[in-house]
């Protein structure tokens, strides 16, 4: 009977201290959990902007789970940010050898990667890592965009005009604008290296894409001044104030250069009166008109144009100060005095 109770006591015995073990067992955390907490710190670490407590804890989250990839990618990103970009690199090359990635993990991998190779200036390695991507997932628009940029940087602008066709298939949209800035830009590439013909191509191209493209016109008739053909080079700029009229006062001194080089400098009244029937409110136009007309000693015509533009647009101050000085040589102190009254409330309401 005693042994029986000495049997029975023991049996609890090892029951409780079972029980005890299980809880105690249940209590401990886990090295999972340990490492996603290690991960949130970091995060938290991250967003509050201290970087070096992030690194940490995304190091201790790694050294608990090694498939905590975004943990991985993160710390080579710190290490890049902070000057350690062949750290960051080797991290984030590592990680591409690894098979059990997943395609959105992968392509996050590349990513960084071309973020890495930028900043080392290895733009080349960095469109590699973009091709990369599009193997994963064609025409993804991040790397369209990214790619966009380092021709941008580089200076390629027939990349980077193909570049940006591409991206505006996916986007559905695109500015004629810009595409035709592209060939703008190459144009004057060529221009500054004495490749007239190219540049000329590359400018007529832009004009294609976008009429109103000003400066193509310019580089046009720049690149025509340099082969010493004067009136294909005021044909370019004539082509500017018919289509971009608005725009043309930018135009008008080499416009009046090149007349006065072929002898035909009377056109220039034609040419002014063109484009203010086309663009009523290019008021540059009118300025020139009237100066024209004093030249010529019609003083009263240049009164009365500046007279018609401040009736248009009475906050445009070279009309009233140009009015002010026909006033004054056409023996009309009153009505100048009036008009220079009229322009200094002009500025005191503006500064005030």
Same mark, same amino acid.
């Given at each position: ?142 790397? #369209?965009?990214?790619? +966009?940029?380092?021709? =941008? ?6 990349? /980077?005009?193909? %570049? *940006?066709?591409? !991206? ?28 007239? #013909?190219?540049?000329? +191509?590359?400018?007529? =191209? ?6 109103? /493209?000003?400066? %193509? *016109?310019?580089? !046009? ?132």
């Amino acid at each position: 009977m005693e042994e029986l109770k000495i049997l029975i006591i023991t049996l609890l015995g090892v029951m409780v201290l079972a029980g005890l073990s299980f809880v105690s067992w249940r209590r401990k955390p886990k090295k999972g959990n340990d490492a996603s907490a290690d991960y949130a710190a970091g995060l938290n670490y991250l967003l509050a902007g201290d970087a070096a407590m992030a690194l940490r804890k995304f190091r201790d989250a790694v050294q608990k789970d090694t498939t905590n990839i975004d943990a991985y990618l993160k710390i080579g990103d710190i290490l890049r940010e902070n000057g350690k970009i062949s750290q960051g690199i080797k991290i984030h090359r590592d990680l591409t050898a690894r098979t059990t990635l997943t395609d959105v993990q992968r392509m996050q991998v590349f990513r960084s990667l071309v973020a890495d190779y930028e900043n080392s200036n290895r733009p080349d390695l960095a469109l590699k890592m973009i091709n990369k991507i599009w193997e994963i997932k064609q025409d993804d628009l991040w790397a #369209k965009e990214k790619q +966009l940029q380092i021709f =941008e940087r580089l200076e390629q602008w027939e990349d /980077a005009a193909s %570049a *940006y066709k591409s !991206l505006s298939k996916i986007k559905g949209s695109s500015d004629e604008s810009k595409l035709a800035s592209y060939r703008i830009k190459q144009g004057q590439k060529y221009a500054a290296e004495n490749k007239g #013909k190219d540049a000329r +191509l590359a400018f007529r =191209e832009a004009i294609k894409i976008d009429a109103r /493209a000003t400066e %193509a *016109y310019i580089g !046009l008739s720049d690149s025509y001044i340099q082969e010493n053909r004067p009136q294909d080079a005021l044909n370019a700029l004539k082509k500017l104030t018919e289509n971009a009229s608005d725009k043309a006062s930018c135009a008008f001194q080499q416009i009046k250069d090149l007349l006065y080089q072929i002898g035909e400098f009377g056109e220039i009244e034609n040419i002014y009166n063109q484009v203010i029937a086309k663009s009523p409110e290019n008021w540059e136009a009118y300025m020139q008109l009237a100066k024209l007309k004093v030249k010529k000693g019609h003083l009263d015509q240049a009164i009365e144009i500046c007279q018609n533009v401040l009736q248009l647009n009475p906050d445009y101050k070279p009309a009233r100060e140009q009015l002010i000085r026909y006033y004054h040589r056409d023996g009309k102190a009153l009505l100048a005095v009036e008009q220079a009254l009229a322009l200094i409330d002009d500025n005191d309401s503006q500064s005030s």
